[in-house]
């Protein structure tokens, strides 16, 4: 198999069918050809936006929520986040907790993530907020203050942006999204999030062709 043949996963950490997806995402990994590398790539859903999120995407996020429990039967969410917290349409700085926990150290990317998941998802805590990713990243052994500081440096916002140009320039610009690289050329592989043959059966049917 050629180097250049990977699996790209584009997503978003406040991304509620990601949240949905990953224990199948997590399935795939496992069961793919040998030698097939994973690249993690942020598609950015949201940019900064300091604004109380208003009562009408709430509740349609909240349907959002309900209809992703029908469909992806074991998906938990935790209610009590449209109560306690205070909602934002930003999603950016998430996804730059990642790129710094990434670049601090790359076996804290999948960490990083899940753990944003769980704080947004199952504790409702708002990962919007820079002392919410702050204290995720001291749970992973970070150092909170510097974490906060990188958080916003000009270079994280760079290699942000960055990842979500490369997501556009594939055509992912829906979360989740699937690209099968092989060689230089980029080909969709449909998310399935409650099985895991189809979409090995692309991948395989891609490498083959």
Known sequence: MSDCNRLIYVHDPMCSWCWGFRPNFENLCKQ???GLS???LLGGLAPDNDQPMPAELQSKLQDTWRRIQTRIPGTRFNFDFWRDC???RSTWPACRAVVVA???DP???SPMI???QRAYYLEARNPSDTDTLAALASQLGLDAVDFAIRLDAAETHDILEQEITQARRMGADSFPSLRLQIDQSF???PVDYTEV????ETIQSLLES
């Open 32 to 34: 793919l050809p040998a």
């Open 38 to 40: 994973v690249n993690r």
């Open 86 to 88: 205070h909602p934002r």
């Open 102 to 104: 990434r670049q601090s």
């Open 107 to 109: 076996s804290l990317e």
């Open 114 to 116: 899940e753990a944003i």
């Open 187 to 189: 080909w969709p592989v």
């Open 197 to 200: 043959r189809p979409m090995l």
